[in-house]
């Protein structure tokens, strides 16, 4: 696999380490097998990236709107030429689905595409105040850092580099370690279109290339999704320097199902909240509560559907969940499913693994339906991370949004129902950044993807991200119809002389 796709032995990149002990190892988790050996940065390398994004960012700043817009749209550009190479990349490394992975590789070229065409379009202000004319403008922030997961590589790093280059920032990318082959890449793409050192990205295991970035006083933000454990340790740390933040964190999405529901499109969309991505999603509609009216029929309509699911390799187009992204997510994953049993949950349905021989060594989990969950269960509360939902019953309106609210979560809810009125009312009631109204279509470009509470805060993928990636400044002068307002003491002084 490694050789068909061009991946070397060991890849060493321009910030890795001199020092082999900073080498680590990327899998193929479909079979197990490496893919090469990365070797990580440390506190010189890093530090020299921090540098050199210094240096260029004076450039970069002063390039007018329109000239960033357009090197945006070239980035776009590139991007799109080298597709089906991050598509086998991403699929090789991460697990997902290549007909999947493709989806999150067309993303990255529309949200270049998208902020390329904005930026200069984006109106200023003036305000005439009489004797003083004022204008507000936006400035960018500087040398800025974007700390990325593992579970949806291209998406994320287009999430955070796209506006933080529109907003006239450079940036250094940290990309999640088990999956940095596709990152890695897709700067090097962004770097032949680029001034040199506006994108950089430094490889690593463990939170120490994402320390010192958060440490550095010369970087003057610090965009991160991930868990909310890694999204407080960089808030803490970057609150010492009072330096601003950006955390996309974790979910436990609820996806209420009322019983006046359409119960067809309501268990398809069940089947892709929970399911897509192998349920390596911040948004992934694991927890749902479904009204005791019709929650056997629910659960009985989506177990046959998830038993349907095929699990399998990535690269195989009959797949529809791959293996989760490492050997540590798996045996998390599994250890869920395992306590749901011990909390008294049932197994309503679990999909076959794969029997291909080639495979038994593999990261796969069964994608796993629970029943009978009460919702102060451990698998009702955690995020799991994986191809992993439950079913709650709930016997009214107030019930459903009260079992939404008390989550420390909130960042997604569905409502399906065909009384629009009860679904709005509901949306308004749910402390969540989302509302989905019958439908799961998660692929929001041009809308603010973000939550509340320990979901973290700031928004992503729209127009107003760009202020997120910006400070604001006033600038003001006379007019010429009058005269300014001054101190009286100024007066008597002068007057005096």
Same mark, same amino acid.
């Given at each position: 696999?490694?050789?068909?796709?061009?991946?070397?032995?060991?890849?060493?990149?321009?910030?890795?380490?001199?020092?082999?002990?900073?080498?680590?190892?990327?899998?193929?988790?479909?079979?197990?097998?490496?893919?090469?050996?990365?070797?990580?940065?440390?506190?010189?390398?890093?530090?020299?990236?921090?540098?050199?994004?210094?240096?260029?960012?004076?450039?970069?700043?002063?390039?007018?709107?329109?000239?960033?817009?357009?090197?945006?749209?070239?980035?776009?550009?590139?991007?799109?030429?080298?597709?089906?190479?991050?598509?086998?990349?991403?699929?090789?490394?991460?697990?997902?689905?290549?007909?999947?992975?493709?989806?999150?590789?067309?993303?990255?070229?529309?949200?270049?595409?998208?902020?390329?065409?904005?930026?200069?379009?984006?109106?200023?202000?003036?305000?005439?105040?009489?004797?003083?004319?004022?204008?507000?403008?936006?400035?960018?922030?500087?040398?800025?850092?974007?700390?990325?997961?593992?579970?949806?590589?291209?998406?994320?790093?287009?999430?955070?580099?796209?506006?933080?280059?529109?907003?006239?920032?450079?940036?250094?990318?940290?990309?999640?370690?088990?999956?940095?082959?596709?990152?890695?890449?897709?700067?090097?793409?962004?770097?032949?279109?680029?001034?040199?050192?506006?994108?950089?990205?430094?490889?690593?295991?463990? !939170?120490?290339? &994402?320390?010192?970035? #958060?440490? %550095?006083?010369? +970087? =003057?933000?610090?965009? *991160?999704?991930?868990?909310?454990? !890694?999204?407080? &340790?960089?808030?803490? #740390?970057? %609150?010492?320097? +009072? =330096?601003?933040?950006? *955390?996309?964190?974790?979910?436990?999405?609820?996806?209420?199902?009322?019983?006046?529901?359409?119960?067809?499109?309501?268990?398809?969309?069940?089947?892709?909240?929970?399911?897509?991505?192998?349920?390596?999603?911040?948004?992934?509609?694991?927890?749902?509560?479904?009204?005791?009216?019709?929650?056997?029929?629910?659960?009985?309509?989506?177990?046959?559907?998830?038993?349907?699911?095929?699990?399998?390799?990535?690269?195989?187009?009959?797949?529809?969940?791959?293996?989760?992204?490492?050997?540590?997510?798996?045996?998390?994953?599994?250890?869920?499913?395992?306590?749901?049993?011990?909390?008294?949950?049932?197994?309503?349905?679990?999909?076959?693994?794969?029997?291909?021989?080639?495979?038994?060594?593999?990261?796969?989990?069964?994608?796993?339906?629970?029943?009978?969950?009460?919702?102060?269960?451990?698998?009702?509360?955690?995020?799991?991370?994986?191809?992993?939902?439950?079913?709650?019953?709930?016997?009214?309106?107030?019930?459903?949004?009260?079992?939404?609210?008390?989550?420390?979560?909130?960042?997604?809810?569905?409502?399906?129902?065909?009384?629009?009125?009860?679904?709005?009312?509901?949306?308004?009631?749910?402390?969540?950044?989302?509302?989905?109204?019958?439908?799961?279509?998660?692929?929001?470009?041009?809308?603010?993807?973000?939550?509340?509470?320990?979901?973290?805060?700031?928004?992503?993928?729209?127009?107003?991200?760009?202020?997120?990636?910006?400070?604001?400044?006033?600038?003001?002068?006379?007019?010429?119809?009058?005269?300014?307002?001054?101190?009286?003491?100024?007066?008597?002084?002068?007057?005096?002389?």
């Amino acid at each position: 696999m490694a050789e068909a796709l061009n991946i070397p032995k060991h890849s060493i990149f321009h910030w890795s380490s001199a020092d082999s002990s900073k080498d680590f190892v990327v899998h193929n988790p479909a079979t197990g097998g490496i893919l090469t050996t990365v070797r990580g940065g440390d506190a010189a390398t890093t530090n020299a990236a921090i540098d050199a994004s210094s240096k260029a960012f004076d450039n970069w700043k002063q390039r007018s709107l329109a000239d960033r817009g357009q090197i945006l749209l070239n980035c776009s550009a590139a991007l799109e030429t080298h597709k089906q190479e991050l598509t086998n990349l991403l699929c090789a490394e991460n697990g997902k689905p290549a007909l999947d992975a493709a989806l999150d590789v067309a993303f990255i070229v529309q949200v270049f595409g998208f902020f390329g065409s904005l930026v200069d379009k984006l109106p200023g202000q003036f305000h005439d105040r009489g004797v003083v004319y004022s204008s507000i403008i936006r400035e960018p922030l500087g040398v800025c850092a974007g700390i990325l997961p593992f579970n949806w590589p291209p998406i994320h790093a287009g999430g955070k580099i796209a506006p933080c280059l529109a907003a006239g920032n450079t940036i250094i990318i940290k990309p999640g370690e088990q999956a940095p082959l596709t990152v890695m890449r897709i700067v090097e793409i962004l770097q032949t279109v680029l001034p040199k050192g506006v994108v950089q990205a430094v490889p690593g295991a463990g !939170a120490e290339v &994402a320390q010192l970035l #958060t440490e %550095s006083p010369a +970087v =003057k933000m610090i965009s *991160l999704t991930g868990s909310t454990a !890694a999204g407080a &340790a960089v808030a803490k #740390t970057a %609150s010492k320097l +009072v =330096k601003r933040t950006a *955390l996309e964190l974790g979910g436990k999405n609820a996806f209420i199902v009322f019983d006046d529901c359409d119960m067809d499109r309501a268990v398809k969309g069940a089947l892709e909240g929970a399911f897509f991505n192998k349920g390596e999603a911040c948004t992934a509609a694991s927890r749902l509560l479904v009204h005791e009216k019709v929650y056997d029929e629910f659960v009985n309509r989506l177990a046959a559907a998830v038993r349907r699911l095929r699990v399998g390799n990535g690269f195989d187009k009959a797949t529809h969940v791959g293996p989760v992204v490492s050997k540590q997510q798996q045996e998390r994953v599994n250890s869920y499913i395992a306590l749901g049993s011990e909390e008294g949950a049932k197994i309503a349905a679990q999909a076959d693994l794969p029997s291909d021989p080639l495979l038994k060594d593999g990261y796969f989990v069964a994608p796993t339906l629970f029943r009978d969950v009460v919702r102060t269960m451990r698998i009702a509360q955690e995020e799991i991370f994986g191809p992993v939902a439950t079913v709650c019953s709930f016997s009214s309106e107030a019930e459903a949004v009260s079992v939404v609210n008390e989550s420390r979560y909130g960042l997604v809810a569905a409502v399906w129902s065909k009384d629009i009125e009860k679904a709005l009312r509901v949306s308004r009631q749910v402390d969540t950044g989302i509302v989905f109204i019958n439908n799961y279509f998660r692929s929001g470009l041009g809308l603010p993807h973000g939550g509340s509470k320990e979901s973290g805060y700031g928004r992503e993928h729209y127009i107003e991200t760009l202020n997120e990636w910006s400070t604001i400044k006033y600038i003001q002068m006379p007019s010429g119809l009058g005269q300014v307002p001054a101190w009286r003491s100024v007066k008597d002084v002068f007057d005096d002389e």
